[in-house]
T-cell receptor
């Protein structure tokens, strides 16, 4: 079955540690996205990539980094510079021609930093 | 600034009690409006895309409509399994990014 996988579902880290969240898709989509979701707030875009080896900052990129070495993979690293890293992180993908539209989401990773 | 506002924030219905959710937007040059459903602890699930005023889309008990300023998600005779948060989003004017509303949390009681 085609889809987007994120791992792990739950992640716990100590403050000051970097952590990498995995996102893989087998939909053959060109565009991939990372969002953060906090209670009472809409989805906020962290980074997005429309093609391999290229990515752009979203609205809240500070304290995060990404790579796009393969079409199917778009890992997100939450660095120790991110002041409030505890959140629900969502990865999404879309066909490039509809990069603004029908995005398909993964199941999410809930990160807790203490 | 591009903005999407959803109302109400939360809605409680009895099973079979029809209602509507609202999504109003301000964006220069609408290039589509998207509805998603999100269950607790899960990623959003795509429901509909609407591109022009007057357009309607239906899926089971849900019908989405679009005007020049807002979209409605009508829920007819809802069931408890329709309980979820419903999100709408529009492409930001001149950008490759989606602007999401904060969502409406729908609870349908049996």
């Amino acid at each position: 079955d085609g889809g987007i996988t994120q791992s792990p579902k739950y992640l716990f880290r100590k403050e000051g540690q970097n952590v990498t969240l995995s996102c893989e898709q087998n939909l053959n989509h060109d565009a991939m996205y990372w969002y953060r979701q906090d209670p009472g707030q809409g989805l906020r875009l962290i980074y997005y990539s429309q093609i391999v080896n290229d990515f752009q900052k979203g609205d809240i990129a500070e304290g995060y980094s990404v790579s796009r070495e393969k079409k199917e993979s778009f890992p997100l690293t939450v660095t120790s510079a991110q002041k409030n890293p505890t959140a629900f992180y969502l990865c999404a993908s879309s066909i490039r021609e509809m990069a603004m539209g029908e995005q398909y989401f993964g199941p999410g990773t809930r990160l807790t930093v203490t | 600034e591009d903005q999407v506002t959803q109302s109400p924030e939360a809605l409680r219905l009895q099973e079979g009690e029809s209602s509507s959710l609202n999504c109003s937007y301000t964006v220069s040059g609408l290039r589509g409006l998207f509805w998603y459903r999100q269950d607790p602890g899960k990623g959003p699930e795509f429901l509909f895309t609407l591109y022009s005023a007057g357009e309607e889309k239906e899926k089971e008990r849900l019908k989405a409509t679009l005007t020049k300023k807002e979209s409605f998600l009508h829920i007819t005779a809802p069931k408890p399994e329709d309980s979820a948060t419903y999100l709408c989003a529009v492409p930001g004017g001149g950008s490759e990014k989606l602007v999401f509303g904060k969502g409406t949390k729908l609870t349908v009681n049996p």
